[in-house]
Nanobody, 123 residues
């Protein structure tokens, strides 16, 4: 069992930066791939980025070059550094864990989810 708790919610102006964190419980955190997803009002949950158990990363095209996912296995934490934010980045951001050994973008492939943290970007 893995429990995930996101933090780092905030309001930022367009062009600004924000860092989200996701703290995980459980001794097997390092064996999971960790993903970030987001969901804006009236839209489906969409993939943002994933980092594998050994540090490989994949990003959605819409965030490449602006967002960076990283993990600290000693702290059982995954991060999402968000730079050059745009109004369309505003959403509820979720972290999730999957035992898959390959990078997956599909929400259904993730076994554990956090409660979400809100990002608001003003234009």
């Amino acid at each position: 069992q893995v429990q995930l708790v996101e933090s780092g919610a905030g309001l930022v102006q367009a062009g600004g930066s924000l860092r989200l964190s996701c703290a995980a419980s459980g001794r097997t955190f390092s064996s999971y791939a960790m993903g970030w997803f987001r969901q804006a009002p009236g839209k489906e949950r969409e993939f943002v980025a994933v980092i594998t158990w050994n540090g490989g990363t994949v990003y959605a095209d819409s965030v490449k070059g602006r967002l960076n996912i990283s993990r600290d296995n000693a702290k059982n934490t995954v991060y999402l550094q968000m730079n050059s934010l745009k109004p369309e980045d505003a959403a509820l951001y979720y972290c999730a864990a999957t035992s898959s050994r390959v990078t997956v973008r599909t929400p259904a492939r993730y076994e554990y989810w956090g409660q979400g943290t809100q990002v608001t970007v003003s234009s």
